[in-house]
């Protein structure tokens, strides 16, 4: 799987959209971008994924470049729960064996109010 | 929403002693996962299941570790003989099949060993 890069920490106002930056310039084809996010030590939670269309849920919007080396999860207003270390990780599809998920380190997102 | 329920949600044991955490996947899942974090580290990936057997695991996942999936709807992690550096929050997770892309996570248990 695909190395990511992602700030150690981000602050951001409540209320304001906060935008995460995650760089995975070495990603395959055929590999997706997922993230996740993990809010004091509870179990991580599903936010987002895509491989290279923009895409929205309730949750978040995820804008992934052109080329793939990079993409952004954006909280569009963002507030105090939202604090939390969030995931970028990049994945294969799950159509060879278990396809685990690999963890960094994260960023720490902080919303201060 | 369905969800991974994981019990018990902290246990405290002596070195030395056997542990089983315990977990109930999304009903109609098929792959399962353990990984576990201890305290201010990283999630880490303990060992993958899928139709009743192994699918891939971990160097944390040594002789000491075993899983089980007993019935259909539970799926255990025993650890033998705990050591101090287990002291860690196990976390379950499950998907549904090889075409399902997202993983999800149950809220983990919390293992002390003293």
């Known amino acids: 799987d695909a190395k990511t890069t992602q700030p150690t920490s981000m602050d951001c106002a409540e209320g304001r959209a906060a935008n995460l930056p995650c760089n995975h310039s070495t990603i395959s084809g055929n590999e997706y971008v997922y993230w996740y996010r993990q809010i004091h030590s509870q179990g991580p939670q599903y936010i987002i994924h895509g491989l290279k269309n923009n895409e929205t849920n309730e949750m978040a919007s995820l804008i992934i470049t052109e080329d793939r080396k990079s993409s952004t999860l954006i909280l569009p207003h963002a507030t105090l729960r939202d604090t939390a270390v969030y995931y970028c990780?990049?994945?294969?599809?799950?159509?060879?064996?278990?396809?685990?998920?690999?963890f960094g380190q994260g960023t720490r997102l902080t919303i201060n109010p | 929403e369905p969800e991974v329920t994981q019990t018990p949600s902290h246990q405290v044991t002596q070195m030395g002693q056997e542990v089983i955490l315990r977990c109930v996947p999304i009903s109609n899942h098929l792959y399962f996962y353990w990984y576990r974090q201890i305290l201010g580290q990283k999630v880490e990936f303990l060992v993958s299941f899928y139709n009743n057997e192994i699918s891939e695991k971990s160097e944390i996942f040594d002789d000491q570790f075993s899983v089980e999936r007993p019935d259909g709807s539970n799926f255990t992690l025993k650890i033998r003989s705990t050591k101090l550096e287990d002291s860690a929050m196990y976390f379950c997770?499950?998907?549904?099949?090889?075409?399902?892309?997202?993983?999800?996570f149950g809220e983990g248990s919390w293992l002390t060993v003293v």
């Open positions: 997770a499950s998907r549904v099949d090889r075409s399902g892309n997202t993983i999800y």
């Open positions: 990780i990049v994945r294969a599809p799950g159509l060879q064996g278990a396809q685990k998920l690999v």
